[in-house]
């Protein structure tokens, strides 16, 4: 499979190539410039899963990335913005399907399967500490006692992983602030780019359900993909998964690689 | 529903998956044409960080306008417009006038004559009117056809031609110069 020629082939007929000065014939002959450079290529990738994961949710604003990003850690820092209009983050853990704001200002413990937060925005997950063995209902726990299915949160910021950097990118990226200000989660979209696919994916790979999981549209090594960080009572995973990835197609593009 | 993976459609079909909706098809758009696109963007700028910022919002552009293509144009053609103008917009603000500083053309010895060539070249094409050296770069450089030029820079053909012709003259009186011919 290879993309487009730069230069498609001229024929001798072509009336166009009728040149007295010889500059068409010097022009043409300079030579390719050489393939869009990989830096680039992450760069743009990025940005396309930023802008889709933003069109997911009905329009929202999209809010440009900075135009030159030298390095892969400026990546998570940059789209934090956009990450904050495209996907809200709630609490993480034990929550069912129920509306984001909702969950934000609930003050209290409710059905087993919720785990209520009055926090306005949650820490990062790299930095959640995950509850004593036997804890249940807590605001952030990942008790499995209390949940049947762990909260699945996705994100996107435009971060471009590698398979090099895969741990350290993910913790360093969900060390970042996440703006919790989204509103409703955006329409179904197929495969491991939304939370039931993602879900479905991990399971299929056995990841047990009442695990939370954040999940990352972005690029893994060029290509577009998710980075999922899974938590579980003592640690957490980082697992990189095609985006068509769901129950009957499980596919790791790597991971699980332990990143705490 | 169509089976064939998005390696198999064509850039039309891409174009309208993307639009209603498909999440990877416009990646495959961007595959298939980025190095193309690439190109475009460095020799219209001639300058690698510019070409790198134009041609990513191009690509932003294109994935956020796609419901304005209308598909009489090829696919390409609709690109390398979005690439153009992502490229003259950034110029214009970074350089407000028409046409770009001139260059000196240095005497400069290397042991290979193809960079010297080359960098004559670039710095003559510099010195070009913004029209001419689009029409040059998209025409000469790039092997678009005076159509495909035409319907990228929105004029007609009959202007391509007459800039092309006026731009290789100009240029080949630069160059002249330069080595000292008459």
Redesign the interface.
């Known amino acids: 499979?290879v993309?487009?020629?730069?230069?498609?082939?001229?024929g001798p007929d072509?009336p166009?190539a009728e040149?007295p000065?010889?500059?068409?014939a010097?022009?043409?002959g300079?030579?390719?410039?050489?393939?869009?450079?990989a830096d680039?290529?992450d760069?743009?990738?990025a940005?396309?899963a930023a802008?889709?994961a933003a069109?997911?949710h009905h329009g929202a604003p999209?809010v440009?990335l900075h135009?030159?990003v030298p390095g892969w850690q400026k990546y998570g820092l940059v789209a934090a913005a956009v990450a904050g209009l495209a996907v809200g983050v709630p609490a993480l853990l034990g929550t069912g399907p129920q509306d984001v704001m909702a969950s934000l200002t609930r003050s209290s413990d409710q059905s087993a399967g919720a785990a209520s937060s009055a926090q306005a925005i949650q820490p990062p997950i790299a930095s959640f500490t995950p509850p004593a063995p036997g804890t249940q209902g807590t605001p952030g726990s990942g008790a499995r006692a209390t949940s049947a299915l762990g909260r699945v949160t996705m994100v996107a910021t435009g971060t471009g992983y590698t398979s090099s950097e895969l741990a350290e990118q993910a913790r360093t990226t969900m060390l970042g602030p996440f703006d919790g200000s989204s509103g409703a989660p955006g329409a179904p979209?197929?495969g491991a780019?939304g939370a039931g696919g993602l879900r479905e994916c991990l399971t299929a790979m056995g990841v047990p359900s009442w695990m939370p999981v954040v999940g990352d549209v972005a690029t893994f090594d060029g290509e577009?993909a998710v980075v999922a960080v899974v938590s579980s009572d003592t640690d957490q995973s980082v697992y990189a998964v095609p985006?068509?990835c769901d129950a009957t197609h499980a596919k790791a593009l790597a991971g699980p690689v332990r990143i705490r | 529903m169509d089976p064939r993976p998005l390696?198999e459609r064509d850039d039309r079909e891409l174009v309208r998956l993307h639009v209603d909706?498909d999440?990877?098809a416009?990646?495959e758009l961007?595959?298939?044409?980025?190095?193309?696109?690439?190109?475009v963007a460095?020799?219209t700028t001639g300058n690698r960080?510019l070409a790198?910022?134009c041609?990513?919002?191009a690509?932003?552009s294109a994935?956020?306008r796609a419901g304005s293509y209308r598909g009489e144009a090829a696919v390409?053609t609709w690109l390398h417009r979005i690439v153009v103008n992502a490229c003259l917009d950034r110029l214009r603000r970074d350089r407000p006038t028409s046409q770009l500083p001139e260059h000196q053309l240095a005497d400069r010895h290397d042991a290979h004559a193809s960079v010297d060539?080359?960098l004559d070249?670039r710095e003559a094409l510099d010195r070009l009117p913004e029209g001419q050296r689009l029409a040059?770069v998209l025409?000469?450089?790039?092997?678009?056809?005076?159509a495909e030029a035409a319907l990228v820079l929105e004029v007609a053909e009959g202007t391509v031609?007459s800039r092309?012709s006026r731009?290789?003259?100009a240029?080949?009186a630069m160059l002249r110069e330069r080595s000292g011919q008459p």
Request: net charge positive; proline share 9%; charged share 30%.
């Open positions: 499979m993309s487009t020629p730069p230069v498609p082939p001229r072509d166009d040149d000065t010889g500059i068409r010097l022009l043409s300079l030579g390719d410039p050489g393939p869009m450079p680039l290529v760069r743009i990738n940005s396309i802008e889709q069109r997911q999209v440009p135009r030159r979209v197929k780019m577009r985006t068509w | 390696q909706g999440p990877d416009f990646g961007f595959r298939r044409h980025r190095d193309r696109m690439w190109a460095l020799r960080e790198s910022d041609v990513q919002d690509f932003i994935f956020r390409t060539t080359r070249v040059l025409v000469d450089m790039h092997g678009l056809s005076v031609k092309c731009g290789r003259e240029l080949a």
